[in-house]
């Protein structure tokens, strides 16, 4: 726990004082609570974990209701909060003439 209390701290004030100022604001008038996740590498995990890291998915508004995500991402970027796995996509498949029809 110490460590990830050391990093958030490293990473605030790595921040200008305007960025610090900014998020301060917007986390105080606009934004709750930002929801993340500790990942260590001494639990078993699906994907190794080599690190311990927090991986932030969601904020919560002032009544503690989820954003956007578009949202969230936007916040996370601003702040310059990396993505450890960013989010995949894949492309649309192409619309039909004819639906499929089941039998």
Not at 35 to 52: D, F, G, K
Not at 72 to 101: C, L
Request: charged share 20%; proline share 9%; glycine share 4%.
């Amino acid at each position: 726990l110490f460590s990830m209390n050391a990093r958030y701290s490293n990473w605030f004030l790595g921040l200008s004082k305007e960025q610090r100022s900014l998020f301060v604001s917007e986390m105080s008038q606009k934004y709750g609570t930002i929801m993340a996740e500790i990942n260590t590498p001494w639990y078993e995990h699906i994907v190794p974990i080599n690190s311990l890291y927090m991986e932030c998915y969601s904020v919560l508004d002032l009544r503690g209701r989820p954003v956007h995500p578009k949202d969230a991402f936007t916040f996370f970027k601003s702040f310059g909060i990396d993505q450890i796995h960013p989010t995949m996509s894949a492309p649309v498949p192409p619309k039909r003439k004819k639906p499929i029809r089941w039998a």
